[in-house]
T-cell receptor, first 111, second 115 residues
């Protein structure tokens, strides 16, 4: 079984729609992260969470929100999707002094 | 502010040739440095990391990297490239607090391997 699972793996949606990307992990890590990858820009941090009651904005949080439903679950929402949110989205987990571990990614296309 | 620069967007090497991918970082304290590889359609796989100690670190798949504080560099090397090494490579720096999942990534270098 995968340590970090992201659903869906691919999604096509329309401008203005609300969409949720989900991440779940079995690594037992407390810390979870959402990144987006754009060609030529590498990965950029959207939000991160140190535990269930802790949510922090990353570099590019505008247009996104998150929910940490449990230690193992961290969801990313686009309240009203726009085309420039088309990207590859990665969930990651870590603990202090442990290597960050990335999920397989979700490819989102906003038409 | 922290930053990572990978000067080479695209590199082509012949199979069997040596490889060096450049990474320069800007960080005020001792950085946590990582190299990740992303094969086409795949997620990110950690190749190697540097936290402290020996400045030459060995990773998986025959890769190594050398931390040079004086040059703010963490270049990735491989003595003999295989066709399966064709992928995108990312250098990343983490803050020194131990929160190693909060990373700043470079723009990535795409490696093409010629037969």
């Amino acid at each position: 079984d995968a340590d970090v699972t992201q659903t869906p793996r691919n999604r096509i949606t329309k401008t203005g729609k609300r969409i949720m990307l989900e991440c779940s992990q079995t690594k037992g890590h407390d810390r979870m992260y959402w990144y987006r990858q754009d060609p030529g820009l590498g990965l950029r941090l959207i939000y991160y969470s140190f535990d269930v009651k802790d949510i922090n904005k990353g570099e590019i949080s505008d247009g996104y929100s998150v929910s940490r439903q449990a230690q193992a679950k961290f969801s990313l929402s686009l309240e009203s999707a726009i085309p420039n949110q088309t990207a590859l989205y990665f969930c990651a987990t870590s603990d202090p002094n442990r290597d960050p571990f990335f999920g397989p990614g979700t490819r989102l296309t906003v038409l | 502010a922290q930053s990572v620069t990978q000067p080479d967007i695209h590199i082509t090497v012949s199979e069997g040739a040596s490889l060096e991918l450049r990474c320069n970082y800007s960080y005020g304290a001792t950085p946590y440095l990582f190299w990740y590889v992303q094969s086409p359609g795949q997620g990110l796989q950690l190749l190697l990391k540097y936290f402290s100690g020996d400045t030459l670190v060995q990773g998986i798949k025959g890769f190594e990297a050398e931390f040079k504080r004086s040059q703010s560099s963490f270049n990735l090397r491989k003595p003999s490239v295989h066709w399966s090494d064709a992928a995108e490579y990312f250098c990343a720096v983490g803050d020194g607090s131990g929160n190693t999942g909060k990373l700043i990534f470079g723009q990535g270098t795409t490696l093409q391997v010629k037969p």
